[in-house]
């Protein structure tokens, strides 16, 4: 999509169509009959963007909660924060009582809707669509006052007026294949580091399967996850940064647990119950953490499974009722599971070279019972555990 095409959207005649797409069944099978037919009517160009302003509010609905009004590119979409995240991270701002944020990088304003809650932003990013998507969509949300935006080129930036910035580098390169070293981010971490003699206010978006050796010593990193799912991650430097080097937080309910607690706790065969911990847990290096605020041991040093003997409520892992456990072998494990009538199981690994699809096939199920299959190292030996889910 480019400039003209997009500033057709906005026009009447562009709204018009975007609303009969809207209520339209858009499929495979019907996409290029109404693409034939857009092109007729308005061009190709104008049809591709109405087309594709179509396709991606749908995708959007599960980020925004006025998706079917906004404005988005393929790649922006997916790297912006859902409401969920953006929200949750604006409270820190407010907290700090930052009135004036740059969002560096702010691609169609995923953030900037949040922020420009509490304070002025000043959206910066260096593609003139994107920078008028977010216009827009901040106007969509009724902040349109409070956003600000300038086009440029941030490794050419040298000064804004603000408070505190938001920063979201591109994590993707030319070709749009990932890049998981902050190093090489765009703009890259050392980059906006530059900024903080000036600005210590920061908070930097990074991917949440950042190596550990790249977090730096100053910051605090915060790994979160929405519905279970790690999402994002982020760095915390001056006001916003809280007390610990590390925390995870399981939305939407702002469950938070950080890293200032001993984190030694016993090796153990499983109990009777098994915790799985959250992905953020794990990615913020806190299940230890976590096993001493359950009176947990774990099944292994380097494992992400704990165990107690007595079930625990908790947000922060599911938990698991342990029926049984054995060395793995595959002609017990399917005979165990015969004699049972267990035909339905759900896999998890941690540990084990196997492959799940593959032990699947391999078990060749019958029965109308399930159960949940742990394939994973006790005490350093492999094990298959077998139980339920507990509910806690």
Known sequence: MDLESFYFLLTPAGQSQLSILAESDLNAANHLHMAGRLSREVGPERAHALLETALLRRRAAGKFSRATEMYFTREALQQASSETVSGYRMRRFAAAGLRRIADLGCGIGGDALALATVAEVVGVDWDPLRLAMAQENLRVYGRGQRFLPLQADLLELSALSVEALFADPGRRDEHGRRIFSV?????????????????????????????????????????????????????????????AARRATLLPGEHSMTSDMPAEIPIREPLAYLYEPDGAIIRAHLVEQLGRMLNAAKIDPDIA????????????????????????????????????????????KRGSPIDPDELRRRLRLKGEKQCTIFLTRVQGQPRVLIGQPAGC
Request: net charge positive; charged share 25%; aromatic share 14%.
């Open 305 to 348: 499974y704990l165990t107690t003997e007595q079930q625990q409520a908790t947000p922060f892992a599911r938990c698991y009722a342990v029926d049984d456990g054995f060395p793995f072998q595959l002609k017990r494990l399917r005979a165990y599971l015969r004699e049972r009538g267990i035909g339905r199981v759900t896999i998890k």
């Open 183 to 243: 190093y090489k981010y765009r703009p890259p971490l050392t980059f906006l580091a530059g900024w903080r003699e000036k600005v210590p206010h920061q908070a930097v978006k990074i991917s949440p399967g950042v190596a550990y050796e790249e977090l730096p010593a100053e910051a605090e990193a915060e790994f979160i996850s929405v519905a279970g799912e790690v999402r994002e991650a982020v760095l915390w430097f001056g006001d916003l940064k809280g007390g």
